[in-house]
């Protein structure tokens, strides 16, 4: 007998199952294993009104911090001071709150920044340190 539902404690299941900016859950797989996130979103509701919309405002919330940080990074080199350091690391340790697994909707943001129009903030999600506490700089 093969499971239907995602065991979201497995070393594999979460693999299956992403989110996009709509926050729609999305298979990223074929075959078997997308006819488990479909099943597991239709049991356990996942397509519920009120997820959805919590899951667009962490993504909003997500995406919002990275293009600060963004922002920040990218002042003119005539125009970069030390505020403008300080200003992106703290939004970009922000962002890295939201990627640690205990975060809620953590699965989004890490969506978010997977899909970041900015290739430093897709950097964030294989960074080790972005799930490690932070620490006051």
């Known amino acids: 007998e093969l499971p239907l539902l995602l065991d979201p404690v497995s070393d594999t299941d979460y693999l299956l199952i992403d989110f996009d900016e709509t926050g729609t859950p999305v298979p990223t797989v074929a075959g078997w294993g997308d006819s488990r996130v479909r099943g597991t979103t239709k049991i356990l509701h996942l397509d519920a009104p009120q997820m959805i919309e919590a899951r667009q405002r962490v993504w909003r919330d997500c995406e919002r ?3 600060r940080a963004h922002d920040a990074l990218n002042a003119g ?5 030390v505020d403008h350091e300080k200003t992106a690391r703290e939004w970009i340790q922000e962002v890295c709150q939201m ?3 205990d975060a809620e909707m953590s ?3 890490r969506a978010c920044v997977a899909k970041s129009e900015h290739l430093w903030a897709r950097n964030l999600s294989s960074n080790p340190q972005a799930l490690m506490p932070m620490l006051p700089s």
């Open 65 to 67: 911090r990275l293009q």
């Open 77 to 81: 080199s005539d125009k970069y001071t």
């Open 99 to 101: 990627l640690r697994p």
């Open 107 to 109: 699965a989004v943001a």
